[in-house]
Nanobody, 121 residues
Framework: QVQLVESGGGSVQAGGSLRLSCAAS????????MGWFRRAPGKEREGVAA???????TYADSVKGRFTISQDKAKNTLYLQMNSLKPEDTAMYYC???????????????WGQGTQVTVSS
């Protein structure tokens, strides 16, 4: 069974940085996508960044140039480096995964429990 466990969230002032981690277990797909999503209070969940097994990445326009998604295949861990954080980045951040090919924007079927990121002005 696939398990995703996020860590690294916290509170930071605007302009600061955080690095989120997502430890994956039970994941045996050779082709896959892994991504970070977030949900702010009163808003719908949105995709933040995604990466596939080839290392190709996609980002939401709102985080381009500030966030970097990466993976350590040896450690089965996904990362999200967040720099120049803004108050509007405040949200619960979720790690997600899907097996097989196709778009890395939609279709995720494995989700972590989330880690809270709070950015104060």
């Amino acid at each position: 069974q696939v398990q995703l466990v996020e860590s690294g969230g916290g509170s930071v002032q605007a302009g600061g940085s955080l690095r989120l981690s997502c430890a994956a277990s039970g994941y045996t797909y050779s082709r896959y996508c892994m991504g970070w999503f977030r949900r702010a209070p009163g808003k719908e969940r949105e995709g933040v960044a995604a990466i596939d097994n080839y290392g190709s990445t996609t980002y939401a326009d709102s985080v381009k140039g500030r966030f970097t998604i990466s993976q350590d295949k040896a450690k089965n861990t996904l990362y999200l480096q967040m720099n120049s954080l803004k108050p509007e980045d405040t949200a619960m951040y979720y790690c997600a995964a899907k097996g097989g090919g196709g778009s890395c924007v939609v279709g995720y079927n494995y989700w972590g429990q989330g880690t809270q990121v709070t950015v104060s002005s």
